[in-house]
RNA sequence: GCCGACUUAGCUCAACUGGUAGAGCAAUGCCCUCGUAACGCAUAGGUUAGUAGUUCAAGUCUACUAGUCGGCACCA
């Protein structure tokens, strides 16, 4: 999907258009205060004001035909300079430009503004020459937003649009749109009976259905045996903890108010754990270690409950209870590089297998002058930091560097997975972490008999199982490649009094092999049964007729394919069990 | 949590400005025994998310509650 921001032409042709957007506005309701106009990776937005004034999807037609009327008269958009001074009269009676001209450095002795016709904003530019460029446009939603980003501030109502230079790259965008919607991984976990929630249940809280549990316990195993292969040691530890837990590690002070409310039981005060750290801590100190025993890696596929606001819950993808594929590894400061790097290894492999090509990294660094947020000090800081660049720089990985975005006890690296269509998800992270163990009080025996305080890594591949099932969902538009599909292969007779007993015959054969194989011998006409296989996409539907029975083969088609190939028992046994073996997408 | 929209049969959706819920698919039964995306016929299925209210009359209007969706904020 085109990225606006990244391309200079349609960059300025959107922002443009927010320009005419805020026109069109001001003409329909005179009383809008404008705040910002900003150009997006999706288009472009504008904030404004409307007093008691809502506006709703059904007004956007309204607004886009004044637009397009604007944009017919053809005015110039003229830009002009004035000093601060000027900018802070000119805009005396307009409070939220005046927020803006005020917070201009006034080093900035000149201020820019653009006008086109009746229309004047504040803007930095550059726009396009005349409004008559705008014409092929579309505003797409409208929704509040808090001003500044702040919470406490009180909402405007944002518009959301998008221009193209022509009508087609605008018809194929709205196009990409409507098929992103078809596979949204809530309408794929529904059609293919992946989960389901209830109301009666709680929201935010799926429950996997057959089909989906399948899937499940396939990346399961498939991540822990990739693990055991790294060294790794899986455990089960309980997904809830004394209070007491949390506040050594930290995690309250930061986190209390996503914890689900503590229940207070025989003087203890529990909360439904949000991360296995401290469970995993507990673990590592049950025993003294030596420097030799160092990486120590402790895996688990561990339940968390996190009270996620109910704004924020998104069918498997934001919950409030999932499944982390969580890891931590105890290492020394000599052996953190080299770890870190067989994670990032270990990751890599994984997109490999899983035929996953498209991802960035994102290096989540602190905020230097937030000094609430993090843990200060300021030397671990930059070692932990530079430890993570080094890495980075030796496996010659580009990644993007985020100022601010670190978790509270250190530098973190996210993968962010971008689905062909849709939004990017965050799902792999390795996090590099100095001061849980020192909260623990953890240690390990050094050479000279000393005891130092191992480093831990936090990391996950899958992020957790139930986000990684609806990126993959997406990813694959809910055609499953075959050691994930619930149903591997259906089995159709041609007809089912004429081949019932070859179709048993191969269904059986597959069923001892373990493969998840379904006979379909309904009554009905071959054409409907393989029209349900198909919507069910299933990967491999077999069709079993008069020709197959006589000669002992197996004909089958894959999904989304028209031809059919006709293979001895033998052979195709040895084809699917290669699919599976593989990890082949469909 | 905040702003807004939405919620009708298992699923997808209808029902003009208020007049007492309807279709396709799925299900069930019969028929058909069929070679690569829907054979035909019949049956059953709904306190229109819930609660209150306005009205002679509410799926439709109002309020509240719950959930879903689009964003915002949040995301260890």
């Given at each position: 999907m085109i990225n606006i921001k990244e391309n200079e032409k349609l960059s300025i042709m959107n922002h443009s258009c927010a320009h005419l957007l805020a026109q069109a506005i001001k003409h329909l309701y005179p009383e809008a205060k404008f705040w910002v106009g900003p150009v997006i990776e999706e288009g472009f937005y504008y904030d404004v004001d409307l007093g008691d004034k809502v506006i709703t999807e059904e007004d956007l037609p309204a607004i886009e035909k004044e637009m397009k009327k604007i944009s017919k008269d053809g005015k110039r958009i003229v830009r002009e300079e004035i000093t601060k001074k000027e900018a802070l009269e000119r805009f005396k009676d307009d409070p939220y430009k005046i927020d803006l001209i005020s917070r201009?450095?006034?080093?900035?002795?000149v201020i820019s503004m653009y006008t086109q016709g009746d229309f004047t904003d504040l803007c930095r530019g550059p726009h396009v020459d005349t409004v008559k460029e705008l014409k092929h446009f579309k505003l797409l939603k409208v929704s509040g937003a808090y001003w500044k980003n702040d919470a406490k501030n009180k909402m405007l109502q944002r518009i959301y649009g998008i221009c193209f230079d022509n009508e087609e790259d605008l018809e194929k965008h709205l196009q990409e749109l409507a098929d992103a919607k078809l596979r949204d991984h809530r309408k794929l976990g529904k059609e293919l009976e992946i989960f389901m929630t209830s109301d009666l249940v709680g929201k935010g809280l799926p429950m996997y259905l057959p089909n989906g549990y399948i899937v499940w316990q396939e990346l399961e195993n498939y991540i822990k045996e990739k693990e055991r292969k790294q060294g790794y040691k899986h455990v089960l530890t309980p997904p809830l903890g004394n209070v007491e837990l949390y506040k050594t590690s930290g995690h309250w002070d930061h986190y209390k108010d996503s914890m689900f409310p503590a229940m207070k039981v025989e003087d203890e005060e529990f909360v439904l754990?949000?991360?296995n750290c401290p469970h995993h801590m507990m673990i590592y100190a049950n025993g003294i270690h030596s420097y030799r025993d160092l990486p120590i890696r402790i895996g688990e596929i561990a339940r968390d409950c996190r009270f996620e606001a109910s704004g924020a819950l998104k069918g498997i993808e934001r919950v409030r209870t999932f499944c982390q594929n969580d890891a931590h590894l105890f290492v020394t400061p000599e052996q953190i590089g080299d770890e870190f790097k067989r994670v990032v290894d270990l990751i890599l492999d994984c997109y490999k297998d899983l035929g996953i090509t498209d991802y960035e990294f994102e290096l989540s660094l602190r905020d230097?002058?937030?000094?609430?947020?993090y843990y200060p000090d300021d030397e671990m800081w930059d070692k932990a930091e530079n430890v993570i660049r080094k890495v980075l720089d030796d496996i010659g990985i580009p990644y993007k560097e985020m100022i601010g975005e670190a978790a509270f006890y250190g530098p973190k690296l996210d993968v962010q997975l971008k689905p062909a269509v849709g939004n990017k998800i965050t799902v792999s992270t390795c996090q590099l972490d100095f001061c849980l163990p020192m909260r623990f009080d953890l240690t390990y025996v050094d050479r000279d008999g000393s005891k130092k305080t191992p480093v831990v890594l936090h990391r996950a591949v899958f992020g957790s199982i139930d986000r990684f099932i609806a990126y993959y969902l997406e990813e694959t538009k809910g055609v499953l490649p075959v050691w994930l599909a619930p149903i591997q292969a259906i089995i159709m007779p041609v007809s089912s009094e004429h081949q019932a007993d070859y179709a048993k015959e191969v269904n059986d054969l597959l069923a001892k092999e373990d493969i998840r194989v379904e006979l379909d011998a309904r009554n009905e006409k071959l054409g409907y049964r393989l029209r349900e296989s198909q919507i069910k996409k299933i990967p491999i539907t077999i069709i079993l007729g008069d020709q197959e029975k006589e000669n002992k083969t197996i004909s089958y088609r894959l999904f989304g394919t028209k031809e059919t190939t006709t293979l001895s028992q033998e052979e195709f046994l040895k084809y699917i069990k290669d699919l599976i073996k593989k990890r082949t997408r469909m």
């Open positions: 201009m450095d006034e080093k900035d002795t754990r949000p991360m230097k002058e937030d000094t609430e947020k």
